[in-house]
Every structure is written in C-alpha cells, then in structure tokens.
C-alpha cells in the first residue's frame, strides 16, 4: 500500500521534531561542558608591551609568551586546564609599573606574573606583588639587586654585574686586548656594568662617566673627543642605554675611531642594530667605519638557536612574519618555569594563595642542574633567584645583531686539548671559559635529481662556504648522512681573507639518504636533508650557524639555480621543490667512547649544519594516471545497480570484476614505495572501492533473493537507497580527501 499524504506529514513532523530535538540536545551538551570546563590558569604579563617609543626588545615579550602558551594549551595546559594571559602595559614607567601590579593583585586571577621588562618598574611593583603573594619572575630585567631582599622576584637572566665581568674576559680573551676605554651612565645600569668591568679587568682601563641628568650632548662630546686623541684607547665599553649609546657610537665612527665597541644586553636588539647603522649610513660613513665591530651581550642569539628553540622561532616567524629578539625566548622559558613549578598544584580558585606559594617555593628549589626545568635553550634554574643563562656575544651585521664569530664558552674536556693552551682560557662565575668559533655557513644549491623513494636516496650539486676566524680546522667536516662516506668538502675553489675574517668557498656533489614518510602517498611532502658535521670538534670549540646573506634570501632566491638564477634546483621529474630551509643542530655521543681524558658525564656534544629541502609530489599528474582507472570502475559498477535483478549474474560479475581489478591497480600504485608497515592515503581509497564492492555483492544477493519471493516494495526501496546511497559515499570520501590532503 502507497503511503498516504496523512502519513508523510507524521514522517516529515517527527523528523523535523528529531532534528529539532538533537540541536536542543547538542547545545546542552556544549552548554554543560563550558559550565564545567575548569577554569583557566591566568598568568600576568606586565611590563614595556608595545607603546610608540619602545625598541623592539621589549616589544617581543608578549607575543612571545603568547605563543609559548599556545603551544602549552596544545599540549594539555597545565593539569589539564588550559592557560590564559593578561596584559599590563607600563611603557617602562616604574609608577604605572606600580599601578599595573595593584590591578593585578585586584583582579586576583594571575598565578604568576612574567615581567616587568626593565628593573626599575620591576621594583617598583615588587613589593605589591610581595604583599599579596605572587611570583614575578622578569625575563629581561639585569639590575643587580632586582632579587635583593625580594624573596618573590626571580630574574631570568644575568645581572648587570655579571655581564660586566663577562665583557672584560671577551676584551681580554677573545678581542686580546689590554686597554679598554669604558664610557658609562651615572645610572644603575651604567655604573653596575663598569663596575663588573674594571673589577675583572686586568689590563688597563680608562674611566669615561656620562652626566646623565646634565648636558648629555655635551658629555659625549667630550667623550669622542678624548678616546680620538688617545692614540690607543682599546675597546671601547659602553655602559649606556640605547637612546646614549645611539649618539655615541655615530658619533665615534665619525670621528675615526675604528676600535672595537662593546656593550650590554640593551643594545643587542634589532631595532637599536638598524637604529646605529641608519645613522652610519646617513653620516655618510666609510667602509671603515661600516666594518669597524659593535659587540654587545644576550642571553640567547636566534641566529645559532637549534632543537625547540629553533623550532618555536620558526613558529614565531610563521605567525608574526619577522625574527623576534631574544625577549621572545626568555618569555616563553618564564612561561615553562610556570608549567613545572606548578606540577602537584590544585589550581583550585579557591585555594590560590596557597599554588602562588608552592611556584614560588618550586622556584626556588630548581637550583642545581640536577634540579631543572628544561627550557628552550636548555636547563633552567637558579642561584639566589637569578637564573643561571649563559653570555652570548653578538655583533652588528648591517641591522641585525648575529653571534659574533667567537664565542666564550664552558670548557669541556677534549682529548688532546688544553683549555689553558694558547692562554685564552678565563674564568667566568666559578667556570673556565674557552673560545669557541662560530662559522657563518652558507649553502647555495645548483640542482636537485635522482630521488628514489624505494632506497629513500637522492643527489645534489652545491656551493658550500664558510666565513670564520682561527684555524682552519673547522673545514675538516663530513656529511653524516652522505651515501659515500668518503664525501669531503676537496679543495677550496676560493679562498680570500679580509682582516681576520677567513673565506672559503666548496663545490660539492654527492648522493645523500633521507628518511622518507609515506603515511599520506600520494599527497605526500618529503624532506632531503644535507647535514654538515665536523670530524673532531665538538660544538664547545665550533658551531656552525646560518650566514647572513643566506638569511635575508627569500625562497624563491634559495630555489634559484646557483649555476643559472633563470632556473629552478629541481631537477626530479614529477617532483616540486618548493622550500628550503637552512637550521643549525646539536647531536651528541652517549658516552665518551672510554676516552680517560673526556670528563664530560654525558659525552660530546657537536655542532651540525643542515640543508633542509622540502619536495612536493606532483599530485595531480599522478591521480591522472593512477586515478582513472579506478574511477572508471567506479562509474561501470554504478552502472550495474540500473540492471534488473533477472540480470543478477551479471551484476555480481560486475562487482567481482571491480574487486579484482582494483587489487591489481592497487599493487601497482603502491609499487614504487618501499617495503613499509603501515598503510598509505591512496590504500584506503581502493580498500573504500572494494568495500563497496563488497556491499554491491550483498545488495546483488538480498535483491534477487526479494525478487524472487516477490517483496516489491522492499526491493524498490533497497534499488533507490543503493543508486542514492553509492554517489553519496564516492562524493564523500572524495570531500574527505579534499579536505584532509588539499
């Protein structure tokens, strides 16, 4: 019997009612999980955020630790709550600092509170933070006292004392240098660097204090003029802030002075960088006075970063498209520092007070190496609530600061080597410090060819050169993951020197093996490496960072044939390059291999350059090929469902032929991979297709079997669902895919 007009209206107003039903049901559900979702774990940032005259290295702190707890949220949040941030601007203004940290303590939601950017607002707010309880842990600030009688305040770098010291022991055993001119601010800043710098200074240094709160312009005029009549000033060390040292510096280089300058962390951002050399460049400045070297101290330097610190840099430049400064790393390890002193905690809103104090308490126990929180940059803890962060020494390469080619370092113990040998081992905070080269690497690619997925194999041809000081040992490098052990760089095609910086130039071919991922074949994207390792050195001696012109190139610059900048490097058929990426590592030994001279409980440690090629497949020439077979079988069995079922033969034939036919397609897709466990994209699209076959085979069966008993109506509806049901499930899984891999 037909079903009536009375029965369609019921099936249509029960379906609309279930429909209907089901969103009331999916908005309570959603309703309930947001009422019950614990609340979130708040931390305060507060500090130089952004206003119109802040230099980049404190404008990088927010976003900075913004990404940090992205990253966090992502991986479950802190005992599985997720984090939130509250920002507090102070414009460096210690009485809005002040302010800022009152409104914290009243909004009463901040767990902790990363800041403030500079050490005076810092203390400033320290003892409204103290009163109420909270942690505050600055991730820039480096006046000395910043922790002094501040049992809340924790500081996430070196003080100024400290780097101070450490500007002495690179004057003496990096730039070898005995005389030293320090022109410094009578601020907390400047007088704490001088003193660090004469305290540890051996050599003779000559005392240039600047008048702050009198005529500046007049100070550092008098200045320049001394240290250019002074036939051997030797370095000149600034203890001055950016908007001093800004004038200074000019204004020096205008006058002659070619002598080495360095100074403190402030100095080493970007914007001070472009700042300095703008004013170069506008003075009219030489060649001289352009090459003449312009140190200045960090705690992290994002030019030689690797591992996790690379990786969130890289993530940093995919959001925020530029290179922060350091400010960026130092928050997101305080927003780490966060996570694992709150491991235990209850997070409970009702019991705060007592989670402020075990962070604060965890905190403070993380005082030993064996103690730490690993951090972007490796372990973090702390000495009397200052975090223990090695001196990084950058210098000014056009307007961005980079590391300078010698790096003072923690001695390891080398077989063969002495730190005492050649006298430029210091000590620095109870450690013997060493240099260490930093070799400015650049790879420019002529072609890439040959890629065989079966033996995860490929070839390239290359320029490879390195700027660098010292010895030459830091050519004697191999390629870990060459095919032919024996690839050596060979003979230099150029080899030039300007001052005491060394250039060489390599040509290199070779076949390189790569670890190929074939999880979503054919939409696959794979990675060629080329890493660059030195035979003997460990990273304590030699690292190899990107150089500076390969760092301003833009991709489609890096695709560019070395041999013929009209080209492409791509050079392997049904293959697209479309990215290359050049990181800086760190691979380490397990053990010292029983070496008696090798101290070092954990083994070595050694620098590795890495060509990172990313290739993707020509998808659509391949679904062309690969495809159509199949989606012909896929209109031929479609086709079978409009025969009647006195055709059953017939339509079951159908069915096993596309079974059958799609398993040999199957083998012969998947051929050119290798032997692997797992299944691959294209795989389940045929397993989908046999399934479907499957089902035909059953509908086959149950129709002529209702045919035969004469169950019309049944088989009317099994005949209209199966021809609606298959275009729905082929359209299906081709949207799932669309969506999945396009």
């Known amino acids: 019997m037909a079903p009536t007009a009375t029965h369609r209206r019921r099936w249509t107003l029960a379906a609309a009612g279930a429909l209907v039903f089901a969103a009331l049901a999916a ?38 630790v913004r990404l940090a707890v992205d990253r966090l949220n992502d991986a479950g949040g802190i005992a599985g709550r997720t984090v939130e941030v509250l920002a507090y ?7 809005k600092a ?28 320290s003892p409204v933070y103290a009163a109420a309880g909270i942690p505050a842990i600055s991730p820039s600030a480096t006046g000395d006292d910043l922790t002094a009688d501040r049992p809340w305040y924790f500081q996430g770098i070196f003080d100024n004392t400290q780097q101070g010291e450490f500007l002495a022991a690179y004057v003496e055993a990096v730039l070898g240098l005995d005389r030293a001119t320090v022109v410094w601010g009578d601020d907390r800043y400047g007088s704490d660097i001088r003193g660090g710098f004469t305290s540890a200074f051996t050599g003779t240094a000559h005392d240039t204090p600047i008048d702050l709160a009198g005529d500046t312009d007049a100070a550092l005029d008098a200045a320049v003029a001394a240290i250019s009549a002074d036939p051997d000033p030797g370095a000149i060390v600034l203890g001055l802030r950016p908007d001093t040292a800004g004038r200074l510096i000019p204004a020096l280089r205008a006058a002659g002075v070619t002598e080495p300058v360095i100074g403190g962390d402030k100095l080493s951002s970007e914007a001070f960088t472009a700042e300095v050399h703008d004013a170069l460049v506008a003075g009219g400045a030489d060649e001289a006075a352009l090459a003449a070297p312009v140190y200045a101290t960090a705690p992290v ?40 002193g709150l491991s235990g905690a209850s997070l409970d809103p009702g019991d705060r007070a007592a989670d402020r104090e075990r962070l604060r308490d965890a905190w403070a126990a993380t005082d030993s190496p064996e103690t730490a929180v690993e951090g972007l940059t490796g372990p973090l803890y702390f000495d009397d609530r200052t975090l223990v962060r090695p001196v990084r020494m950058g210098v000014f390469s056009g307007t961005r600061p980079v590391s300078a080619p010698v790096q003072l370092v923690p001695y390891e113990p080398v077989a063969g080597q002495d730190p005492a040998a050649g006298g430029t081992a210091v000590e620095f905070e109870e450690e013997v410090l060493v240099p260490s080269q930093i070799v400015s690497t650049g790879v420019n690619i002529n072609e890439i060819r040959d890629l065989d997925t079966q033996a995860g194999t490929f070839s390239a041809d290359m320029f490879v050169w390195f700027n660098y000081t010292g010895g030459d040992e830091v050519l004697d490098v191999w390629f870990p993951n060459s095919a032919d052990t024996g690839l050596s760089l060979g003979e230099p095609l150029e080899a030039k020197q300007v001052g005491e910086t060394k250039y060489r130039l390599f040509h290199v071919e070779g076949t390189f093996k790569a670890e190929l991922e074939f999880r979503r074949f054919p939409f696959d994207v794979q990675h060629l490496p080329i890493v660059l390792q030195n035979r003997t050195l460990p990273d304590s001696s030699v690292v190899y960072v990107l150089d500076a012109t390969v760092r ?54 050694y620098s590795q350059f890495v060509t990172d090629l990313q290739v993707r497949r020509d998808v659509g020439g391949f679904l062309v090929k690969n495809l159509l077979p ?38 012969s897709v998947t051929g050119v991979l290798p032997a692997i466990s797992y299944t ?15 089902g035909l085979l059953v509908i086959d069966l149950v129709g002529s079997s209702w045919a035969a008993k004469g169950r019309k109506r049944r088989l009317k509806w099994l005949t209209i669902g199966s021809r609606i049901a298959y275009p729905v499930v082929v359209l299906g899984a081709a949207l799932a895919y669309w969506i999945v891999f396009a």
Request: with cysteine.
């Open 89 to 95: 601007d102070d414009g460096g203004d210690p009485l």
């Open 630 to 667: 199949l989606c012909l079988l896929v209109m031929a069995t479609y086709v079978s469902l409009f025969l009647g079922y006195d055709a059953v033969t017939s339509r079951v034939s159908m069915a096993i032929t596309g079974i059958l036919s799609s398993a040999v397609m199957l083998n």
């Open 680 to 694: 691959v994209a294209i795989e389940w699209l045929y397993y989908l297709f046999i399934l479907i076959c499957v």
């Open 301 to 340: 330097l994002t030019d030689s970063l690797t591992g996790g610190a690379l990786e969130f840099l890289l993530a940093f430049v995919r959001t925020h498209g530029y290179v922060p400064d350091w400010p960026a790393v130092t928050g997101s390890d305080a927003v780490t520092l966060i996570a694992g």
């Open 27 to 64: 908005l309570a559900v959603v309703l309930i999980a947001r009422a019950s979702a614990p609340e979130p774990v708040y931390i305060a940032v507060a500090g130089d955020l952004g206003h119109e005259d802040a230099t980049q290295i404190e404008t990088d702190l927010l976003p900075g």
């Open 552 to 605: 301003a190139q833009s991709q489609a610059e890096r695709l560019a044939s070395a041999g013929d900048a009209s080209a492409t490097i791509d050079r392997i058929p049904n293959w697209r390059v479309d990215q290359a990426l050049f990181t800086a590592e760190t691979v380490g030994t397990t053990a010292n291999m029983g070496d008696p001279s090798a101290d070092a409980a954990g083994g070595l440690y």
């Open 98 to 125: 002040k302010d800022n940290a009152e409104a914290i303590v009243d909004d009463g939601r901040a767990i902790a509170v990363i800041g403030h950017t500079t050490t005076d607002p810092s203390i400033a707010a």
